[in-house]
């Protein structure tokens, strides 16, 4: 069965701090990978997502990821966080045949201190 | 275009109560995915439909259903409600191609008192 696992549950930084967040899977076969966003009080937004190609996407807000097939892994990164980032990170999993299927990990909630 | 909408998006029933709770997709998509989401148990996904037919089932009890009109909207319904079944439920769609984004509604939050 398929699974994400996010590593950190609660991420506190400050201002301008470089980010990582970890997301790693267990999944047979071709695997489509996402992050979303949630921030507080609104609905589940896409950040970015890899289905092909080059391993390292870039999304929206200046974040990134960066797919690493022999690790199963498809971490975050945001070389400076703001304030404004401050809201729930969600990274999930589907594959072609099952793309209406998503397989989400536990979320990480980042508090950036202003 | 306009995004996804769920209605209603908040809601009080009682233990035993059946609710039903509607999607309407981004115009154009054929496909809704149902998730459930929950403190406890993050983000579930419950059921797809495409095109009126169940595509894919989660492991929720069948207390939870759903169906799809010809219009590609979506409505899933859960009988003898249980407090359990708080929860956020989340409607998404895509055009139903494979290897495509999901884009999520707002969500119903269902309060079971």
């Known amino acids: 069965a398929q699974s994400v696992s996010q590593h950190n549950h609660h991420v506190i930084l400050s201002e301008a701090a470089s980010l990582e967040l970890g997301c790693n899977y267990s999944y047979g076969g071709t695997v489509n990978l996402f992050w979303y966003v949630q921030y507080p009080g609104q609905h589940l937004q896409l950040l970015l997502k890899y289905f092909s190609g080059d391993p390292l996407v870039k999304g929206i807000k200046g974040f990134e990821a960066e797919f690493i097939k022999s690790k199963f892994s498809f971490n975050l990164r945001k070389p400076s966080v703001q304030w404004s980032d401050t809201a729930e990170y969600f990274c999930a999993v589907n594959s072609n045949t099952n793309a209406g299927k998503s397989t989400f990990g536990d979320g990480t909630t980042l508090t950036v201190k202003p | 275009k306009a995004g996804v909408t769920q209605t209603p998006r908040y809601l009080i029933k009682t233990r035993g109560q059946q609710v039903t709770l509607s999607c309407s997709p981004i115009?154009?998509?054929?496909?809704v995915s149902w998730y459930q989401q929950t403190p406890g148990q993050g983000l579930q996904f419950l059921f797809e439909y495409f095109s009126e037919t169940q595509r894919n089932k989660g492991n929720f009890p069948g207390r939870f259903s759903g169906r799809q009109f010809s219009n590609s909207r979506s409505e899933m319904n859960v009988s003898t409600l249980e407090l359990g079944d708080s929860a956020l439920y989340l409607c998404?769609?895509?055009?139903?191609?494979?290897?495509?984004?999901?884009?999520f509604g707002p969500g119903t939050r269902l309060l079971v008192l």
């Open positions: 998404a769609s895509r055009r139903g191609q494979s290897g495509e984004t999901q884009y």
């Open positions: 115009s154009g998509h054929r496909s």
